[in-house]
């Protein structure tokens, strides 16, 4: 499915560009280099102006749709997730609450035979304190 959709996306980006190209510029854009007169061309004056400007909003309004679901598409399939119809309509619940862990008694409550138990850390001892002051 994502395969399809990218493919759409790409063929209506091609699509935008040829028609932005297309439009009259003050310059003059690609649609004055044809060959017919002004009064003979079959997208002449106001109506291309109004065609072309339709499409390039509708082609243009597809490119967004596109490119969000894309967007969702690609985050789903990061969580595993592969079915796009199957997510938007599974009920979602929310996540399991975890229970409290328990508190333990002292720090060194760890059973020595646990294989990631670390042996207690030694206390460092307090500094001594010196009854005179230093002379200088």
Do not use: W, Y
């Amino acid at each position: 499915m994502l395969t399809v959709v990218l493919v759409i996306h790409l063929l209506l980006t091609v699509a935008l560009v040829g028609v932005v190209l297309l439009q009259k510029s003050e310059g003059g854009g690609l649609a004055t280099g044809g060959g017919a007169s002004g009064g003979a061309s079959f997208l002449s004056g106001r109506a291309a102006g109004n065609l072309l400007t339709k499409a390039t909003v509708a082609l243009g309004v597809c490119f967004m749709a596109t490119s969000i679901l894309l967007a969702v598409m690609a985050s789903m399939r990061s969580r595993g997730e592969d079915d796009l119809l199957k997510a938007l309509t599974r009920p979602q619940s929310p996540p399991p609450i975890a229970a409290p862990a328990e508190p333990k008694s002292a720090p060194d409550a760890v059973p020595p035979s646990a294989p990631d138990a670390l042996p207690p850390v030694p206390q460092p001892a307090a500094p001594a304190q010196e009854s005179a002051p230093p002379k200088p």
